[in-house]
C-alpha cells in the first residue's frame, strides 16, 4: 500500500513553515530604544507614511526599504500607541529584519533637476 500523496510533502512543509515562522520570533522582542521601525498596511507611499508619523506626534528618522517602512524616533512611552492609531500594523526594533529594513537616509535634495537645467 503507497503512502498518501499529502503525506509525501510534510517535510517540505514543516521546513516552509519553520523558514516563515522562525524571523518572527523577532516581533516578540520587546521595543526599546529611540527608534523603532513603524511598519504600515502593503501599498502605503512614502507620503502616506509621513502623514501618518505627523498624526502621532513622533519624528522621522528614514524610510525602510519599502515605502510603508518607516524608522521614527519615539520621545514618550505613549508615542508607540499613536503610531498604532495612526495606522501602523507592526512596530519592532529597526534592525529586528537587519538588511530588510534598511532605507536611505531623509534628504531635502529635490527629486528631479529643474526643467530648465542645462547639462555643463
Given amino acids: 500500500m503507497q503512502a498518501k500523496p499529502v503525506l509525501n510533502f510534510l517535510p517540505a512543509a514543516i521546513l516552509a513553515l519553520l523558514t516563515v515562522c522562525t524571523p518572527l520570533l ?3 522582542e520587546p521595543v526599546d530604544g529611540p527608534d523603532v521601525a513603524a511598519v504600515f498596511p502593503p501599498g502605503w507611499q512614502p507620503a502616506d507614511v509621513m502623514q501618518a508619523v505627523a498624526r502621532a506626534d513622533v519624528g522621522l528618522v528614514r524610510f525602510g526599504a ?3 517602512i518607516g524608522i521614527v524616533e519615539i520621545g514618550d512611552p505613549d508615542a ?3 503610531l498604532r492609531a495612526a495606522g501602523a500594523w507592526l512596530t519592532l526594533p529597526p534592525q529586528a529584519l537587519g538588511g530588510c529594513l534598511l532605507g536611505g537616509e ?3 535634495a529635490p527629486l528631479h533637476p529643474p526643467t530648465g537645467a ?3
Avoid: E, I
Fill in 106 to 108: 531623509l534628504t531635502t
Fill in 118 to 120: 542645462r547639462n555643463s
Fill in 66 to 68: 519599502f515605502g510603508n
Fill in 26 to 28: 523577532v516581533l516578540t
Fill in 80 to 82: 508607540l500607541a499613536r
